[in-house]
C-alpha cells in the first residue's frame, strides 16, 4: 500500500514523511540522551564544532536532526524526479531513504553521516547533471566544495570525490582546467581548516587525528550483533536485487544520456562502499553514506515492478527490517 501511496504522491507527500518520521524519532524526543553520538579521535572538525555545542541542547539536537533527515529526503526525491529515475510526482525514493536513515537506534541521532548527507545529495545531482551546464568548471568546482564540507563533517565522504572524477570521463568532459577546478573546490574548506588549526597551534594534533582513520580492514574486524549482521545481509540482498535491474533492464531500455546516470549512480554507490576504509570510529552508522544512492535505485526497482503483490510483498520486508532495528536492534545480539 505504502509502494502505490508514494509512487504519485504530489502535494500530501511532504505530511506523509513526517508522519512517519515522527513514530521513528519519537523514542529519541523522549529520551535525549544519544541524540548526539559521542565525539571520538577520528571525528571531522565541523562534527566537532556542532557537537560540542548540541550536546548541551539533545532535545533541540534531536529536533534539528529530524529536520535534516525531512529535508534530505525531500531532495533525494528532486534528484529522482529532475533526472527521470522516476516518475516526476514520485515521492518513492524519499520515503525509502527516510526509512533507512531510521532503521537504527544510532541512526536515530544527529550523527555525522546525516550532516554529511546533506551535501552529499546536492553534490550527486550535479554530478549527474554536469553535463548539462554552460560553465563546466564552475559546477566541478562546487561539487567538489560540497563533497569537500561533507568532508569535513565526516572523514570518508573525501572517497566520494572520486565519483566526480569519474563523471568528467563518462561525460566525456575531460581536460586539464576542468579537473583542477574540481580539486580547488575539494581542497579549499580544508585549506581554511588547516589555516585555523595553524593559527591556534594544533595543525599537527589535528594531522596526528587525521592520519589514525585509514584502515583499510576495519570491516573485517567490527563485532557486530545478530541483528546488524541480519541487517546487513538483507541490505547487501536489496542493493543487488536494485542495481542489477538498474544496470541489465531498467538501463537498457533508456536513451544513453539516462545510461550514462545510471552508471554514475552505480559507481557513487561502488564508492560509497569502498568509503568503509576510512569509517573508523563511526563504521556501524556508515551505511548511511549508501543510502543516498541505494534508496533512488531501491525506488526505480519498486516503480518498475509489474506484479503489484511481489512489490508490495518485497517492500513490506524492507519495511519489518528497518522497523526491528529501529526497535528492537538492541535486544537482538549476539
Known amino acids: 500500500?505504502?509502494?502505490?501511496?508514494?509512487k504519485k504522491a504530489s502535494w500530501y507527500a511532504p505530511l506523509l514523511l513526517i508522519l512517519l518520521a515522527a513514530p521513528l524519532w519519537l523514542g529519541r524526543f523522549l529520551d535525549t540522551a544519544q541524540?548526539?553520538?559521542?565525539?571520538t579521535a577520528c571525528s571531522a572538525p565541523l562534527f566537532v564544532l556542532l557537537g560540542n555545542f548540541w550536546k548541551y541542547h539533545p532535545l533541540v539536537g534531536a529536533i534539528f536532526a529530524m529536520t535534516l533527515l525531512i529535508i534530505q529526503a525531500f531532495s533525494i526525491n528532486y534528484v529522482a524526479t529532475s533526472n527521470a529515475f522516476t516518475d516526476r510526482y514520485s515521492a518513492l525514493p524519499g520515503l525509502i531513504y527516510l526509512l533507512l536513515m531510521s532503521s537504527s537506534p544510532e541512526m536515530i541521532s544527529l550523527n555525522p553521516i546525516l550532516l554529511a548527507n546533506l551535501f552529499l545529495i546536492p553534490a550527486m545531482n550535479k554530478l549527474i547533471d554536469v553535463h548539462k551546464e554552460q560553465q563546466i568548471a564552475k559546477e566541478l568546482f562546487n561539487s567538489g566544495f560540497l563533497i569537500?564540507?561533507?568532508s569535513l563533517f565526516y572523514y570518508p565522504a573525501l572517497v566520494i570525490f572520486l565519483a566526480l572524477?569519474?563523471?568528467?570521463?563518462i561525460y566525456y568532459i575531460v581536460n586539464f582546467r576542468r579537473l583542477i577546478a574540481a580539486i580547488l573546490g575539494l581542497?579549499?574548506?580544508f585549506a581554511f581548516t588547516l589555516t585555523y588549526y595553524f593559527l591556534i597551534g594544533e595543525l599537527l594534533s589535528w594531522y596526528d587525528e587525521f592520519a589514525i582513520i585509514i584502515k583499510p580492514l576495519l570491516i573485517f574486524e567490527l563485532e557486530t550483533t545478530l541483528y546488524q549482521k541480519i541487517f546487513i545481509g538483507g541490505l547487501a540482498l536489496f542493493s543487488l536485487l536494485a542495481f542489477s535491474h538498474l544496470q541489465l533492464v531498467y538501463k537498457a531500455a533508456k536513451p544513453i544520456r539516462t545510461r550514462k546516470r545510471i552508471t554514475l549512480l552505480f559507481l557513487f554507490f561502488l564508492i560509497s562502499v569502498s568509503s568503509y576504509i576510512l569509517a573508523v570510529g563511526f563504521a556501524h552508522l556508515h551505511y548511511g553514506l549508501l543510502n543516498i544512492s541505494l534508496s533512488i535505485a531501491l525506488a526505480v526497482y519498486f516503480f518498475d515492478m509489474r506484479y503489484r503483490k511481489l512489490t508490495e510483498i518485497l517492500f513490506a520486508v524492507l519495511l519489518i527490517l528497518v522497523l526491528v532495528g529501529r526497535f528492537a536492534g538492541n535486544l537482538l545480539n549476539g
Do not use: E, K, N, Y
Not at 500500500?1 to 508514494?6: P, Y
Open 165 to 169: 572524477i569519474a563523471s568528467v570521463f
Open 187 to 189: 581542497i579549499t574548506p
Open 148 to 150: 569537500g564540507l561533507a
Open 1 to 6: 500500500m505504502l509502494v502505490r501511496l508514494f
Open 35 to 39: 541524540a548526539v553520538p559521542d565525539i
